[in-house]
């Protein structure tokens, strides 16, 4: 049973649009959301997280928004690069008790067109 | 930054047999964990070592076991091998004060045939 969801597995995008990656989770503990990004032959590469006490975390191109009531977030990148073509794997953790337990999604390969 | 090591980076054995992966983190990572990626699959948790206890474990059998060391190098060893255990295995490390902010390692693709 997936906890944590990434229902596509892949995307396509031209280069100066939006990318926007999806994750659903199931477990109403989760507190904390992390974004990884994976080249091949590379481990993830963290980058960018949000705390369940927020809706919205910025961090330069890279904006992750999430809808507690919808178990829902997602990772928008504006403007998209070529640079930006990688796996994208979401992952979430119940914080206090978890220990180290990020629990990921299967990934999502973007692809940005130049 | 020096990052996380892991090695080998490739690796075969043969059903039934044992195998050390090893990983060396940053200095100041007291806090090592271990993950397994299957082909189309996330990766998933393994356990976790802190300060060289272990503190936190996933759904793996007691086969699966591991060691953290002073220097901030880690091992996981794997006994009994299977044919469901070839994936990638990932190490990822973290100093203190980065919470969730791990740093992963290139990982160790194992084949088990």
């Known amino acids: 049973d997936q906890q944590v969801k990434q229902n596509s597995p892949s995307l396509s995008v031209q280069e100066g649009r939006i990318s926007i990656l999806n994750c659903d989770y199931t477990?109403?503990?989760?507190?904390?959301f992390l974004w990884y990004k994976k080249y091949p032959a590379e481990g993830p590469t963290f980058l960018i997280s949000?705390?369940?006490?927020?809706d919205k975390n910025e961090d330069g191109r890279f904006t992750v928004f999430l809808n507690k009531s919808a178990k829902h977030l997602s990772l928008h990148i504006v403007p998209s690069q070529p640079g930006d073509s990688a796996v994208y794997f979401c992952?979430?953790?119940?914080?206090?008790?978890?220990?180290?337990?990020?629990?990921f999604g299967k990934g999502t390969k973007l692809s940005v067109k130049p | 930054e020096t990052g996380v090591t892991q090695s080998p980076t490739h690796l075969i054995k043969t059903r039934g047999q044992q195998v050390t992966l090893r990983c060396s983190s940053q200095?100041?990572?007291?806090?090592v964990s271990w993950y397994q990626q299957a082909l189309g699959q996330g990766p998933q948790f393994i356990f976790q070592?802190?300060?060289?206890?272990?503190?936190g474990r996933g759904n793996f059998p007691p086969r699966f076991s591991g060691l953290q060391f002073p220097n901030y190098s880690s091992e996981l060893n794997v006994n009994a091998l299977e044919l469901d255990d070839s994936a990638l295995y990932l190490c990822?490390?973290?100093?203190?004060?980065?919470?969730?902010?791990?740093?992963f390692g290139s990982g160790t693709r194992l084949t088990v045939v």
């Open positions: 200095s100041g990572h007291n806090t």
């Open positions: 070592y802190y300060r060289e206890e272990e503190n």
């Open positions: 477990n109403s503990m989760f507190d904390y």
């Open positions: 949000i705390s369940s006490i927020k």
């Open positions: 992952a979430a953790s119940v914080a206090v008790a978890s220990q180290g337990n990020l629990i």
């Open positions: 990822a490390s973290s100093p203190p004060d980065r919470g969730y902010g791990y740093t």
